[in-house]
C-alpha cells in the first residue's frame, strides 16, 4: 500500500494526455498540458515526502528536525517556473493561429495554410 | 485521422505508459520513508552557510548555476511570446486612450478594493523577495506577485492608467538589466541569496508585466486595418 502514492503522477499524466487527445479547441488542449505538466511537481514531492515532518526552512525550528526533502521542492519551483513560461508562450502561439486561420480547433488546422 | 483512431492509439499508449510507470514505481523507497540521502547533505550545508530557507539555498547557492539556466529559458521564453504577439503587416495598433476611453463602468467596491489592494500587495510582493533567504518565497515568487501586482489597476477598470504606470520600455530594459546582473552573480558570486534572489524577483516581475502587456494588446488595441 506504501506505494500507492507515486501511482498519483501516472494518472494524473495520463488525464491530461487524454484531453490533448480529445481537445477541439487549443486552449483547452494548452490547460490539459499543464494539467499533464502537474504530474511531475506531484512526483517530485511524493518522492521527497517524509512522515511526521516540516517545510525545509529553518527560521523558526531547530537545525535537528526533521524535514521533508529540499531538493525535490527546489526542482519542483524550477518546473512550477518553465511550465508556466511554456504556457505563456503556448497560449501567445494560440492567440497568432485564431488571428491567422479564424479557428482555434486542432482538427480544422491540418494544413498548414488556410 | 479520425477521433475514434486518436483514441485507440491513446488507449494503447497510456495502457503501455501504465504498465511501465507501475513496473518503475514498484522498486521506489517506501512513500514517506526516511532514506533522503541528498536531502540531508544539503541541509547541513544551508546551514552551515547561515541560509534557513533550504531551498533558497539549493536553488541559488547550491545549485546556482543551474538556476542560471532556468532563469534563461524564463527569458527566452518571455522574449519569444513577445516576438509572436508583436503586431504585423495588415493590423494597425490603436494607442490607448485614443477614443479617449476613460476608465470603465466598474462598481465603486471594486474600485476600491483594486486601488486599496495595490500597495498591500506590492509590499507583500518586496518582502516574498527580501525575505526570500529566510522564510518561504524567493525571487520567482515574489517577481510574480510583483508582476501581478500593478495589474489590479486593471481589475479596477483602469486600463488608460494601467498603460501609464508601466512604460513597456522601462520594463523591457529592467528586463535586460536583470537578466544580465543574474548572469553575472551567478558566475561570480553565487550564494548571495539575497541579491540573487532580488535579481530574478526584478526579471520575473518584468517577464509577466512584458507579456501581460503583448496579451492586453492583442486583446484591447491591436485591430485588423480592413
Not at chain 1, 41 to 51: F, K, N, S
Not at chain 2, 126 to 154: C, D, E, K, N, R
Request: neutral net charge; contains cysteine.
Amino acid at each position: 500500500m506504501s506505494h500507492l502514492a507515486y501511482l498519483i503522477p501516472g494518472w494524473i499524466l495520463l488525464v491530461g494526455v487524454y484531453g490533448i487527445v480529445t481537445s477541439r479547441n487549443l486552449v483547452h488542449a494548452v490547460v490539459c498540458l499543464s494539467v499533464a505538466q502537474s504530474a511531475t511537481y506531484v512526483l517530485l514531492l511524493v518522492i521527497g515526502y517524509r512522515r511526521h515532518a516540516t517545510a525545509p526552512v529553518f527560521s523558526d525550528i531547530k537545525p535537528t528536525g526533521d524535514v521533508v526533502d529540499p531538493i525535490v521542492q527546489a526542482l519542483t519551483l524550477t518546473d512550477i517556473v518553465v511550465g508556466a513560461t511554456v504556457t505563456a508562450l503556448l497560449l501567445a502561439l494560440t492567440v497568432q493561429v485564431a488571428k491567422r486561420r479564424g479557428t482555434v480547433d486542432p482538427d480544422r488546422l491540418r494544413s498548414l495554410e488556410p | 485521422m479520425s477521433p475514434r483512431g486518436r483514441l485507440i492509439v491513446f488507449l494503447l499508449g497510456g495502457a503501455g505508459f501504465a504498465v511501465l510507470f507501475v513496473l518503475g514505481t514498484v522498486h521506489l523507497p517506501d512513500f514517506g520513508g526516511t532514506w533522503h540521502p541528498y536531502g540531508e547533505r544539503t541541509v547541513s550545508n544551508a546551514v552551515a552557510r547561515h541560509t534557513p530557507n533550504v531551498i533558497s539555498s539549493i536553488n541559488f547557492d547550491q545549485r546556482a548555476f543551474d538556476t542560471l539556466g532556468e532563469e534563461l529559458i524564463l527569458m527566452a521564453s518571455a522574449l519569444a511570446a513577445v516576438v509572436v504577439l508583436r503586431g504585423v503587416r495588415a493590423e494597425q495598433e490603436e494607442t490607448a486612450g485614443a477614443h479617449e476611453y476613460g476608465p470603465a463602468e466598474v462598481f465603486d467596491a471594486l474600485r476600491i478594493t483594486g486601488y486599496l489592494l495595490l500597495p498591500i500587495t506590492l509590499v507583500a510582493g518586496v518582502y516574498i523577495v527580501a525575505h526570500g533567504s529566510l522564510s518561504p518565497g524567493g525571487g520567482f515568487q515574489g517577481g510574480i506577485v510583483l508582476g501581478s501586482a500593478i495589474h489590479l489597476v486593471y481589475l479596477a477598470g483602469d486600463y488608460p492608467a494601467l498603460a501609464r504606470i508601466r512604460p513597456i520600455p522601462v520594463f523591457e530594459s529592467g528586463e535586460a538589466v536583470a537578466a544580465g546582473a543574474f548572469v553575472l552573480l551567478a558566475l561570480a558570486a553565487a550564494g548571495q541569496v539575497t541579491a540573487m534572489n532580488a535579481a530574478v524577483g526584478a526579471e520575473v516581475g518584468c517577464a509577466v508585466v512584458l507579456v501581460l502587456a503583448k496579451f492586453f494588446e492583442q486583446a484591447l488595441l491591436v485591430r485588423t486595418s480592413s
